[in-house]
């Protein structure tokens, strides 16, 4: 059983159930921080109820690494090993559509930075972001930095689901997603949703 270490998961499923594509392409959504993957797991079940063809990026670089979670606090390691890593790959192998990229955020936002690509029957390089998760670092200059690279590769009813808002400074990251269009469309103890408006 697929283990998770967050709460308000039904806040992360509605988000992607607010979630709105109007286009022919896959669905393509991302996941910043996967952990032990529940979070992932729910996401793609409640996308494929919608969407056939939806694809999950999880970011993770894993491996233990020695960083700055929080605004507040210094450095150090916390326990995302790659034990932890190699049993997310076990129990995500039936998602065929769920793509683990060993990163970091900044990694990941460089190299991809273009699109995704996709190959099924054909090749497809996807630029907008249905659905996206932010629980990886809870810096605000990391989260602010993220959420503007996926304000620019959004379209109308792209959801937000922010992971441990009041752990950074949410008013201000609300604020630059407000210029692209993004709106707040629900908030719990733990997580809130922003959903991008006409």
Do not use: W
């Not at 992932?40 to 919608?50: F, G, H, R, T």
């Not at 210094?74 to 190699?86: C, G, I, L």
């Not at 990694?107 to 995704?116: L, N, T, V, W």
């Not at 304000?151 to 937000?160: D, G, I, L, Y």
């Amino acid at each position: 059983m697929i283990k998770g270490d967050s709460s308000e998961y039904e806040l992360l499923i509605e988000a992607v159930q607010n979630s709105q594509s109007t286009s022919q392409d896959p669905v393509l959504m991302c996941e910043i921080g996967v952990r032990e993957g529940l979070g992932s797991k729910l996401m793609l079940d409640a996308a494929l109820k919608q969407y056939p063809k939806a694809h999950l990026l999880g970011v993770d670089p894993y491996g233990n690494l020695d960083y700055a979670h929080y605004d507040d606090k210094k450095s150090y390691r916390s326990d995302y090993t790659n034990k932890m890593k190699n049993q997310l790959k076990k129990d995500m192998a039936d998602y065929e559509s769920f793509h683990l990229l060993e990163m970091t955020d900044a990694e990941f936002m460089y190299r991809f930075r273009d699109g995704y690509p996709i190959y099924d029957e054909s090749e497809k390089i996807l630029k907008n972001y249905t659905c996206v998760h932010f629980d990886g670092p809870h810096q605000t200059v990391d989260v602010l930095r993220e959420a503007l690279f996926f304000c620019h590769r959004s379209h109308v009813h792209t959801t937000f689901c922010f992971d441990d808002y009041k752990k950074y400074d949410m008013p201000s990251i609300a604020n630059v997603c407000g210029r692209y269009g993004f709106r707040e469309l629900k908030r719990g103890e733990q997580k809130m949703i922003l959903r991008r408006n006409p």
